[in-house]
């Protein structure tokens, strides 16, 4: 199930090449991402930097996804607003997806 929607992932991540930046900003906030993931995400996911295995075997460790390659903000940003038949539509703030990006990203091995 989760396989069918790796091919458009795979082709967007490869259009993005720069960096999730704007005049040199990072788009989140790294540490109230951690506290927001860890509040709402940790329910499926595993959300901090030792966690490797989630709650949930289909929700994929916020580690894994950081090091996926071609990951930055913006990538995770995108591919959070398309829906997902395997994730509950779970309505998230612009800030705080922001911030959950930024997050991601700051665990990237």
């Given at each position: 199930m989760i396989m069918r929607n790796v091919g458009p992932v795979i082709l967007f991540l490869m259009l993005i090449s720069e960096p999730a930046e704007v005049n040199g900003q990072e788009l989140g906030n790294p540490t109230a991402g951690q506290k927001y993931a860890e509040v709402t995400c940790s329910e499926c996911h595993a959300v901090l930097?030792?966690?490797?295995?989630?709650?949930?075997?289909?929700?994929?460790?916020?580690?894994?996804?950081?090091?996926?390659?071609?990951?930055?903000?913006?990538?995770?940003?995108?591919?959070?607003?398309?829906?997902?038949?395997?994730?509950?539509?779970?309505?998230?703030?612009?800030?705080?997806?922001?911030?959950?990006?930024?997050?991601?990203?700051?665990?990237?091995?």
């Open positions: 930097p030792n966690d490797t295995a989630s709650k949930i075997a289909k929700a994929t460790a916020f580690g894994t996804v950081a090091n996926s390659p071609g990951m930055n903000e913006l990538a995770i940003s995108v591919w959070r607003q398309t829906t997902h038949l395997s994730m509950p539509n779970i309505v998230v703030k612009p800030n705080d997806m922001n911030d959950v990006a930024a997050y991601i990203v700051s665990l990237k091995d």
